[in-house]
Nanobody, 123 residues
Framework: QVQLVESGGGLVQAGGSLRLSCAAS????????MGWYRQAPGKEREVVAA????????YYADSAKGRFTISRDTAKNTVYLEMNSLKAEDTAVYYC????????????????WGRGTQVTVSS
């Protein structure tokens, strides 16, 4: 059973940076897609970024392009989301997700989810 555990959320001022980490276990992730979703109160869930575990190919939502970077460390089975130039509208619970189909991650229908980590950006 795939398990995903997020860390690194917190409170940061607008313009600041945070790095989220996601430790993955319980599977062989070759061929998987991994990613980050977020959901703010009263808003729809949003796909933030995704990465192909094997090739490192990436996808970013328009809201993340130029500010966020997704990466993975295959030796540590860990996925990262580096977030820079944070804005108040980035405030949300961020979820690490995974699927054996990259398109599912990009499409918002990943099979496996972590419990989420809160990111709060004060303006």
């Amino acid at each position: 059973q795939v398990q995903l555990v997020e860390s690194g959320g917190g409170l940061v001022q607008a313009g600041g940076s945070l790095r989220l980490s996601c430790a993955a276990s319980g599977g062989t992730f070759s061929g998987y897609g991994m990613g980050w979703y977020r959901q703010a109160p009263g808003k729809e869930r949003e796909v933030v970024a995704a990465i192909r575990w094997s090739s490192g190919g990436t996808y970013y939502a328009d809201s993340a392009k130029g500010r966020f970077t997704i990466s993975r460390d295959t030796a540590k089975n860990t996925v990262y989301l580096e977030m820079n130039s944070l804005k108040a509208e980035d405030t949300a619970v961020y979820y690490c997700v995974a699927s054996n189909f990259f398109g599912a991650v990009v499409g918002g229908t990943a099979d496996y989810w972590g419990r989420g980590t809160q990111v709060t950006v004060s303006s």
